[in-house]
């Protein structure tokens, strides 16, 4: 059932490491810094917290030390159904949000994609503890 679930909630933002990496529609100058598209490095990862803060990696290129927050949007019609669902990170474009195949979260936009590690392992962990086919 909770796979099918399709609203983020604060708790899952919080619960899970994300890999971070910006889409082929990002500057060249980001794709330059991401070791999705350089092929060096580990991935980036990104880090909700509780009080609506968003932290990385230490020695992360692309963080830059700024302040980050993030903030869920649901809207709902009179009979309960989502009109509209996203995540905002300061006052940059929306996030989509969307389930992967293995429980997981995605959430992106037309510059960067935001992915959750599987961590069935954990209780309340998304993702089964088999593969997926």
């Given at each position: 059932?909770d796979s099918k679930?399709?609203?983020?909630t604060?708790?899952d933002?919080c ?7 910006f889409?082929?529609?990002a500057p060249e100058?980001?794709?330059?810094l991401?070791?999705y ?6 991935t980036?990862?990104r880090?909700f917290?509780?009080d609506?803060s968003?932290s990385a ?10 302040e ?6 649901t809207?709902?019609l ?18 989509h ?6 429980w997981?979260w ?10 959750s590690?599987?961590d ?5 962990g998304t993702g089964?503890?088999f593969p997926?086919?």
């Open positions: 059932m679930r399709a609203r983020i604060c708790n933002l619960d899970h490491v994300w890999e971070f990496h889409t082929e529609d100058y980001w794709r330059n991401d070791p598209w350089t092929g060096t490095g580990s980036l990862r880090y917290h509780p609506g968003i990696d230490p020695g992360d290129l692309v963080w830059g030390g700024h980050s927050c993030y903030t869920t949007v809207g709902l009179e009979d309960g159904k989502i009109r509209e669902h996203y995540v905002r990170i300061n006052r940059w474009p929306q996030l949000v969307s389930r992967k195949p293995d997981g995605e959430l992106s936009n037309h510059l960067y994609c935001y992915t590690v599987p069935a392992e954990k209780e309340d089964p503890l997926v086919f």
